[in-house]
Structures are given as C-alpha cells and as structure tokens.
C-alpha cells in the first residue's frame, strides 16, 4: 500500500515567516500534486510535478520534487494570512488514482 | 462552467437510513470519483469511475455503491448508514493532462452525520 506522510500535522507562524511542508513516501510516484483546501470547501489544485528535481514556483510557494521522486516540499516565503488553510500532497502512479497524504493545517496569524 | 457540483450541502441521517449523495460535472471529464475525509486522515478514495458504466473499488468501498450512467453524473448512495460513516465527503472530476498526470477538480463537499 503506498502511503504518503506528511509533516508539519500542525503549524501556527505569524505573518511575514517562512516555512516548509514535508511529503514523504517509500514509493516513487510519476507525479506529485499540492493542493489548498479552506474550511468549508474543496481541495484546489496548486501544482503538479512530474519530473524528478523540478522546481516550480507560483508566487511565494515554492514546490520541489525529490530526485528519486519520492518525496516532495513545498515552501512559503513571508506567509500571509491568507495562506492560511489545509495544504495537500497527492502522489499519481500509472491509473487515475491518487493517493492524498495526511495533510499540513497551517494558521497564519497576522 | 458550474464545474463540480454536490447536494446536498448537509445531511444528518439515522443509523440504518439510506440516501444517495448527488454528483454533477460539466467539464466533460471522463473520470470521476468519490473521496472521504476524515480529521487527521486526509483524504481516502470510495469508489471511482474512469467513464460512463465503468467504476471501480477505492480503499474504503464498504457501505457505499456507485454507478456512472452519463458522463455528467456520479451519485454515491449509502446503504444502510451506519455512524461510522459520518464523515466529510467530496465527489472529484479528472481529466488526463500530459501523460500520467490526473489533475482532480473537487465540489464543496458533503457534510454526513449519522446518529
């Protein structure tokens, strides 16, 4: 069963700070997906990965892929309140299935 | 485009009711599935269906039937609700971009409570 960590569960930083959310597996996956999810709604699509070591950036978030494609990390410079949410790794094999991580639950606070 | 769409918004049902959860999308994705999400678990796939009469198992399919009659709709219906199947769920619609890559396209959830 292909599983996917991810770490912070939890992170609460003031606005202005950087910070780094982990997705880890055992498994190499063909893609990676981050996605953002508000209270009350659905996950939106941020990003997708695909090759091993990419790195791409959309504004502030900036989302890596691990070489062996494995892992991924997405990183915020200067945080806003509005980057407050629940943050979403999914890793795609060979079907339609993904398989979404645990989740990072990030509160900004200004 | 509506996009995906999702009805009820909130339902509270007794242990043993059934009911069917609607599932809308206007996208012309071939692919859609059926998602729970549980605190702290995030989210788990029920069923799927990679086009009109073809769906398949996910990891948690007790409970829970589907069928895919048009491309458009994919209901979810409860069997028999138990309380272990309160629970935030959210019907997905996915389309294949370059090569293996499947970008899902989420409705705003259905909030289940079974007492």
């Known amino acids: 069963t292909q599983l996917l960590e991810q770490s912070p569960q939890f992170l609460s930083i003031q606005e202005g700070e950087n910070l780094t959310v982990y997705c880890n597996s055992s498994s190499v996956f063909s893609s990676l997906q981050w996605y953002r999810q508000e209270p009350g709604e659905g996950p939106v699509l941020l990003v997708t990965v695909v090759t091993g070591g990419e790195v791409k950036k959309l504004k502030r978030l900036t989302f890596q892929f691990g070489d062996a494609r494995k892992d991924s990390s997405l990183h915020i410079t200067a945080a806003q309140t509005g980057d407050t949410g629940l943050y979403l790794c999914?890793?795609?094999?060979?079907?339609?299935?993904?398989?979404f991580g645990t989740g990072t639950r990030l509160q900004v606070f200004p | 485009n509506a996009g995906v769409t999702q009805t009820p918004k909130f339902q509270v049902l007794k242990t043993g009711q059934s009911m069917t959860l609607q599932c809308a999308q206007d996208m012309n994705h071939e692919y859609m599935s059926w998602y729970r999400q549980d605190p702290g678990m995030g989210l788990r796939l029920i069923h799927y269906?990679?086009?009109?009469?073809?769906?398949d198992q996910g990891e948690v399919p007790n409970g829970y039937n589907v069928s895919r009659s048009t491309t458009e709709d994919f209901p979810l219906r409860l069997l028999s609700a138990a309380p272990s199947q309160t629970s935030v769920y959210f019907c997905a619609s996915s389309y294949s971009r370059a090569g293996d890559t499947y970008e899902q396209y989420f409705g705003p959830g259905t909030r289940l409570t079974v007492t």
């Open positions: 269906s990679v086009g009109a009469g073809i769906t």
């Open positions: 999914a890793g795609g094999g060979d079907t339609d299935k993904l398989i």
